[in-house]
């Protein structure tokens, strides 16, 4: 069986020389773990797609052209080609230069790979014999970074693609702080905080950027329908959509909420939609697969306690909230929350949240895998002196059960900062966190 002629005139296409495209450089990296399947995994539109060809462009700046190649899957011409195609593809590949075979490392980047049935066997092979570098990406539906682990025999490596970080979202704008220029002047300081308040209402999806609302809000609503129909109903045989959709709606527009099975069920039933709560468990894990939420569990080491307390669940991007949000108002601390905890997760942390023994709560306990710890408290308006007061008791109160913990509260501007004063507790507006590294402020 001969190659598939649409994929030898792809790969023709893939090799010849072409200029770079202007990309706004995301910040994620593979890790440098050599002898791994790279998997790039996302939320659906979050930029997978661009990522591969920003790793194919700086490939290429380094080497001649035809030692970095990429293909795309995702054409209907291709439906239902096998996994034997592959095979031929690489073959086809060496014919055309033979003195790269088992001399030279060559990088492959191949997207839309889950079309394929039987793509993982060739991976690993190609690992085994062949002096090349593999980096795939796909539909989350399919890529699920334990699935892919799994099916690659611990062969594989899974970098999570998100929507723009704030730091991005200026870069998109030619308006990124310069390297180490921080605090900044007035000027520039106004204009970010002018851009953050941009970015908590309209995210960090690439395609969104600088859509009129209207046009936005469609935009992001089709993104969230391509979830439930592609990524939960097609692949989990959902049946009960309407049933699905509902509680979307719901997360969505009550972000930072607390997630409790029962209370939906009963919200459910009451609704029409007959639905058994371990139903309503599994939608969950549907969604968070999908990448479309996070929930966020209670921060303990009793697996009993964390199980029966409720998750806080949010969205993938803070832009999702106005998108689903009928009533019109513009709730900043949700938003805020949604950008905080989408930060911490780009950063690697594992996060939960903390209750107290007297009943107070903070939003975010960070634990890095580098060592360290973050309690994390948003307060988007402190000018309430009781609201200010209740979160610094819990903030206090949460020191004493994890006393190793850096002590942090997150507002929205400058103005608020000169109202905290408390000792031990790092105040700073989150735009400031979000784009200030360790060892800048």
């Known amino acids: 069986m001969p190659l598939h002629p649409v994929l030898a005139d792809k790969m023709r296409a893939a090799l010849a020389p072409v200029q770079p495209l202007a990309r706004t450089r995301r910040d994620a990296r593979l890790p440098p773990v050599p002898g791994k399947v790279h998997s790039v995994i996302g939320m659906r539109r979050a930029g997978k797609t661009t990522f591969l060809r920003q790793l194919l462009d700086e490939r290429r700046s380094a080497l001649p052209p035809e030692r970095a190649l990429y293909i795309g899957f995702d054409d209907d011409r291709l439906a239902g080609i096998e996994v034997d195609q592959l095979g031929f593809l690489l073959e086809e590949y060496y014919r055309l230069y033979p ?98 308040r941009e970015f908590l209402a309209e995210g960090g999806f690439p395609e969104a950027q600088g859509l009129a609302a209207a046009v936005r809000v469609e935009l992001l609503q089709g993104y969230v329908d391509t979830v439930l129909f592609r990524d939960v109903v097609e ?16 997360c969505l527009r009550n972000p930072a909420g607390s997630f409790s099975a029962h209370r939906l069920h009963l919200d459910l039933k009451a609704q029409g939609h007959g639905v058994a709560k371990d139903a309503v468990h599994a939608m969950l894990g ?104 209740r979160e610094l008791r819990a903030l206090a109160a949460a020191a004493k059960e994890h006393p190793r913990a850096v002590r942090r509260l997150l507002v929205l501007d400058r103005d608020s900062i000169p109202r905290v004063d408390a000792p031990g507790i790092h105040a700073q507006p989150a735009y400031e966190w979000m784009l200030v590294t360790p060892g800048e402020g």
């Open 99 to 196: 003195a790269l075979r088992s001399r030279e490392t060559v990088h492959w980047f191949l997207d839309e790979i889950q079309l394929v049935p039987g793509w993982e066997r060739f991976c690993r092979r190609v690992l085994d014999t062949e002096k090349i570098e593999l980096v795939v990406s796909g539909s989350s539906a399919r890529m699920l970074s334990r699935e892919v682990h799994t099916s690659l025999r611990g062969r594989g490596m899974a970098t999570v693609i998100r929507p723009f970080s704030f730091r991005e979202f200026l870069r998109h704008r030619g308006e990124e702080p310069a390297p180490g220029a921080w605090p900044p002047a007035p000027v520039e300081r106004s204009l970010v905080e002018k851009r953050f």
């Open 235 to 250: 692949r989990y045989k959902v049946s009960q959509v309407e049933a699905l959709r509902w509680m979307v709606r719901q």
């Open 286 to 389: 549907h969604l968070t697969d999908g990448f479309l939420l996070s929930a966020v569990a209670l921060a303990t080491e009793s697996e009993r306690r964390r199980n029966s307390n409720p998750r806080k669940v949010y969205p993938a991007d803070p832009g999702l909230i106005k998108a689903f949000d009928a009533s019109g108002r513009a709730n900043l601390g949700h938003a805020l929350e949604t950008a905080v905890l989408n930060e911490l997760e780009r950063r690697g942390a594992e996060v939960g949240y903390v209750k107290t023994g007297d009943g107070l709560e903070v939003d975010f306990l960070a634990r890095y895998l580098a060592g360290g710890e973050e309690l994390v408290q948003v307060c988007a308006d402190p000018s309430d002196e009781a609201t200010l007061a």
